[in-house]
C-alpha cells in the first residue's frame, strides 16, 4: 500500500524532530502502522530553511493553505501555535476533509469545543497526544489505558520551565527573579517566559486532561491560574524543614457533593504552587521533567514521567497520532476512540468550581511581631473559621525586615515568621480568615498563602 502522505504546517524544533524520527524509523512505524508514513508537503514562512531540513525531496511552500488544498494529503500536522492563524488552518483542513495532529493546547484548551465538532462532523480526528506534556503518552493512558476507571484526580507537574526554575530556587537557595534570569541565560525558559510563569501554560493542558478525565468540555476560562513569580527562597526552605517540596501542580479533582461539609459537586480545576510531601515520588521530579500522577477508582495511583518538550520528545507523541490516524482512518467515525475520551452525547454538565469552593489545606506564613499574644490571636481567628491546624513552626527572621515590605515603624521591631500547616478547609474560609489575621497590627507583611496537596 502507497504511504499515507502528511502535510506539516510550521518547522520549527517540533516539526524538524518529528521529520527526522519519521524517516530514522521508518521501518519500524511501518511495521506498526501497517503502511508507510511520509511528510511529503512542508509550508514555512522560511522556505530556505525548511528546504534544507527536509531536503530537496520534500515540497516546501511559504503558504499554509497549499498543504490544506493539496487533495494528496490526508493528514496535517499543525505546529504553528497560538489562537490565531492556527486556529483557521486547523478549522480549514478539517473542512476539507483532512485528518489533524497538533501540539498546540492553547488552541485546544480554549477553542477544543468548536474544532472536536467540527471535526467530528467531518468525521475527522483531531490528534493531540504532544499537547500535554511532551512525550509522555498522558493523552493515551488517560483516554484508553485507563478507561475501566472512573478517575478520581490528576496532578501533574506539567511545565518544564518551572520545574527547572523551582529545582534550582530549591538547590541554591535562591530567589525566583535571580533564577530566571539564568534559564533565560541557558536557553530553558523563553525570552517572554508569560505563559510559563504564570502558570497560563498548564493550566492549558490541565485543562485538557481534566476534559478527558471527567468527560467534561474543555474551560480553560473556568481554571483557577497562579504561577511562580512571588514564590520566594524562604518560603521553599520552610517548607523543606516541614517534609515538603514545593511545585507548581496542575490540578483536577472530581468533588462529590457533601451536604453535611456544605460541599456541591462539581470538578476543581487550578494551577498553584503547591507543598508536596517530600517522599511523594512526583515530589522528587526534578529540573525541567514533567510528571503525571493519575488516580483511579480501580488501578489507584499512576505514575507517569519524562521530557514534557524539546525536538525528539514531541515528535514521539506526535508520530504516535500519525500512526493512530493511519490505522484508524478508514475505520467507521464512530468506532474510533472519541476526541474527549467519552462518546459526544454522553458528555458530563459536571460544573468546574469556583476557586472559592475548593477544598484544600495550606501553608501560611505571617511575618508577626514578636511579642505576647500574638500567635493566639492568629490561631484564634482559624479556630473561629472552623480550621484546624496541622502543625506550627517558628522561625527567626532571616533579617529583621527581611523579605517584602515593613511597614513604617517596624524596622528594628523584634520579629519572627510563623509557619501553619493546617487541614482542608473550603478556599473561601480560608480567604475570610487570612483577611482577619492580616488587618491585626501585628502581622506586619502580607501572609505568604500556599497550597498543600497529600496526593495519598
Ligand atoms: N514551555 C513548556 C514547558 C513546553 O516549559 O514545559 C511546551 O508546553
Known sequence: MKPIQVGLLGIGVVGAGTFHVLKRNQEEIKRRAGRGIEITM?????????????????????????????????????????YGIAKSLVL????AGKHVVTANKALLAVHGTEIFAAASAKGVMVAFEAAVAGGIPIIKALREGLTANRIQWIAGIINGTTNFILSEMRDKGLDFGVVLKEAQRLGYAEA??????????????????SAIAFGIPV??????????TKLGAADIKYAEQLGYRIKLLGITKRREADAAKGYSAGVELRV???????????????????????????????????????????????????VDITRLHTADPLNRVPHLAFQPGAMSDLP????????????LRLRVADEAGVLAKVTGILASADISIDAVLQREADEVG??????????????????????????????????????????????????KEELA
Open 42 to 82: 512542508v509550508a514555512d514562512l522560511d522556505v530556505a530553511r525548511a528546504q534544507s531540513i527536509v531536503g530537496s525531496g520534500v515540497q516546501v511552500v511559504n503558504d499554509a493553505r497549499a498543504v490544506i488544498a493539496n487533495p494528496d494529503i490526508d493528514i496535517v500536522i499543525e505546529l504553528i501555535g497560538g
Open 92 to 95: 480549514e483542513a478539517i473542512a
Open 192 to 209: 517572554d517566559p508569560t505563559f510559563d510563569i504564570e502558570g497560563v501554560d498548564a493550566a492549558h493542558k490541565v485543562t485538557l486532561m
Open 219 to 228: 474551560q480553560f476560562d473556568k481554571a483557577y491560574v497562579e504561577g511562580i
Open 272 to 322: 498553584h504552587p503547591s507543598l508536596i510531601p517530600s517522599k511523594r515520588l512526583i515530589a522528587n521530579v526534578e529540573g525541567a521533567m514533567n510528571a503525571v500522577v493519575v488516580n483511579g477508582d480501580a488501578v489507584g495511583n499512576t505514575l507517569y514521567y519524562g521530557k514534557g518538550a524539546g525536538s525528539e520528545p514531541t515528535a514521539s507523541a506526535v508520530i504516535a497520532d500519525l
Open 352 to 363: 468546574v468550581l469556583p476557586m472559592g469552593d475548593v477544598v484544600t489545606s495550606y501553608y
Open 402 to 451: 527581611g523579605e517584602g515590605e515593613v511597614p513604617e515603624g517596624t524596622r528594628g521591631m523584634p520579629q519572627t515568621d510563623v509557619i501553619i500547616l493546617t487541614h482542608d478547609c473550603q478556599e473561601a474560609h480560608m480567604n475570610h480568615a487570612m483577611a482577619l489575621m492580616q488587618a491585626l497590627p501585628t502581622v506586619l507583611q502580607p501572609i505568604v498563602r500556599i497550597r
